[in-house]
């Protein structure tokens, strides 16, 4: 069997599905650490156990973007890029635009000066969720570089390659003397932007997750058969990491006394458990869902796959006008309102990008435009 001939793989689908459904958790947790008095476990479930939910988008592309490529042939750079920009550049662009007049109307900011405008664009901060559309577009412009590595990439290699990136997310994360440095520098200083907003481009913080998406996707039978001969192994290391992340997270709140908001800012996903968390997580998801069985959930699944492009890049819509409608209400955030705000964030999202999808079937260029299809 050749590459090309590989079957489909639900999997990936459902993958995708679980990161966007935790990428709302952790905006969510972020809009009820607006209570004083926020449920700290509630926060350590929307902001801590989601923590996996965006790097595990970077596993899941690369593991797309290798799955059916030939490495024994030519590579065809420009129609890679040409079909890439189509699904990611496109929407990037729309998606930017929209909540900028969006933004700009809904805070009486109105829309930003042209000069700014090219900075917004280029760093993707017209929305909270919009950078990671823009480091992907880093990744494809960088793809001849990802194949030549998959190809030769031995397993002492990925080692060392996973110990740069926990060696180098430590420091843009911890180092004191760096980060003193880039908030010392003036606020309209390109470099400034460059180094402040180094997670939306700098893609060596995220190269061992992407890497190691490719290079199990070029090995996917192996892959297949280490997957379904370790389940208990797989799940005791996803476990471990989980309660890995959840200790540092508790450690920085009742031993070193921080509040949970610092508490988050401190215990992410590119501390050094945080990658392995990551890993284990993407690793875990991928056998779960390619060996059990999921029976009537797969539907529920196969929907939050399907979607989950359309409602990653709406659901800031839909937060903004429920937290709206709590506010006017007269609600303050507690738990159970928490928990309602990411219900019906998930279900707005997906309905209006199931939506949106019929739309696109009779006036294509909707989809296109939003999702790039």
């Avoid at 992340?245 to 996903?269: S, V």
């Avoid at 819509?317 to 007269?330: D, E, N, W």
Wanted: proline share 4%; no cysteine.
């Amino acid at each position: 069997m050749t590459v090309k001939d590989r079957k489909r793989l639900p999997a990936i689908e459902y993958m995708r599905g679980i990161s966007m459904l935790g990428v709302i958790g952790i905006h969510i947790g972020s809009q009820y650490l607006s209570n004083p008095a926020a449920n700290i476990h509630l926060v350590a479930l929307f902001e801590i156990v989601t923590r996996f939910a965006v790097p595990i988008f970077f596993f899941i592309s690369a593991f797309g973007l290798f799955y059916k490529l030939d490495l024994s042939t030519e590579f065809d750079y420009g129609q890679f890029l040409r079909r890439r920009f189509k699904t990611v550049l496109i929407p990037y662009l729309t998606w930017s635009l929209f909540y900028l007049a969006h933004d700009g109307w809904f805070y009486n900011v109105g829309f930003p000066a042209p000069e700014y405008l090219a900075r917004i664009l280029f760093f993707g901060i017209a929305k909270y969720q919009l950078y990671f559309l823009v480091i992907l577009i880093w990744f494809y412009l960088l793809m001849p570089l990802w194949i030549a590595l998959v190809r030769r990439i031995t397993p002492r290699g990925l080692t060392a390659l996973l110990i740069f990136q926990i060696a180098l997310d430590y420091f843009s994360s911890y180092n004191q003397t760096f980060n003193a440095y880039v908030y010392s520098l003036p606020t309209d200083d390109w470099w400034r932007w460059f180094l402040f907003f180094r997670l939306n481009w700098f893609v060596p913080l995220y190269i061992f997750v992407f890497i190691l998406g490719g290079w199990l996707a070029v090995r996917w039978e192996e892959f297949e058969r280490f997957m379904r001969s370790n389940v208990a192994p797989i799940s005791i290391g996803f476990v471990a990491t989980l309660l890995g992340m959840l200790a540092h997270y508790y450690y920085i709140i009742f031993i070193r006394g921080l509040p949970a908001e610092a508490a988050i800012n401190i215990a992410h996903q590119l501390s050094p458990i945080g990658i392995l968390y990551t890993i284990a997580a993407s690793i875990f998801f991928f056998m779960l869902f390619s060996t059990v069985d999921f029976g009537a959930i797969k539907k529920a699944l196969s929907l939050f796959g399907r979607h989950s492009y359309f409602a990653y890049l709406v659901h800031p819509l839909a937060i903004t006008y429920l937290v709206l409608g709590i506010q006017r209400a007269g609600l303050l955030l507690t738990a159970p309102v928490a928990i309602g705000l990411y219900l019906a964030t998930a279900a707005i999202s997906l309905t209006s990008a199931a939506a949106f999808a019929n739309i696109g079937k009779t006036i294509p260029i909707v989809n296109r435009l939003t999702i790039g299809k």
